[in-house]
């Protein structure tokens, strides 16, 4: 399926010079001169490979159309995460590599998308917000307001995260997925 180079967001699968490459970040460039651009870092899924392409904002991309099954994230074991198809019970393993992005939300019993590319699991996606405990952050100050300051605090899955000044350790917060930040008390 053919997009615009502007829509690829991180995440997406890309058919780029006959190889499959999975988006791992991207930036929209706006030189003083010239045209806009997207830098897009990608991993090859097969060699596991890394490249930054440029691509001009006129451009298309061949996105890969993959289809979606609902899993279930069973546990982790030394680096393969494994997972269950709720309508078949059929178990799936797959490596940290596939993971990057989700590993630090995921959670036992939790819902996830798996996406498959004829039959193949290439990547996991994650609902748009996800609601975690926060195990560790600093003691609030006094005085101190919530406009604008935060602290470093640590979500029960390890992840880190800036958090309000007034949270405090086994409070649960909704946490949004693409971008890692705090979104609200759960």
């Known amino acids: 399926m053919q997009i615009n180079v502007t829509t690829i967001r991180t995440g997406n699968i890309l058919e ?111 609902p748009q917000s996800v609601e975690l405990t926060v195990v560790e952050c600093d003691a609030s100050i006094k005085g101190q307001t919530a406009t604008g300051s935060y602290k470093p605090g640590v979500l029960e899955t390890g992840a880190s995260i800036m958090v309000p000044p007034y949270l405090e350790p086994g409070i649960r917060v909704k946490v949004n997925t693409e971008t890692g930040e705090f979104m609200e008390r759960a």
């Open 16 to 126: 780029v010079d006959g190889g499959l490459w999975k988006v791992m970040k991207t930036k929209h460039v706006t030189p003083g001169k010239g045209v806009a651009c997207m830098q897009v870092e990608m991993r090859n899924i097969e060699t596991g490979t890394k490249t930054n392409k440029r691509f001009n904002s006129t451009e298309r991309a061949e996105r890969v159309v993959l289809s979606q099954r609902p899993m279930q994230f069973l546990y982790e074991d030394s680096g393969s995460y494994h997972f269950m198809d709720m309508e078949t019970y059929d178990q799936i393993t797959l490596g940290e590599d596939m993971l990057e992005n989700a590993k630090p939300y995921l959670l036992p019993e939790m819902m996830v998308e798996v996406e498959f590319h004829e039959e193949r699991p290439l990547n996991v996606k994650l």
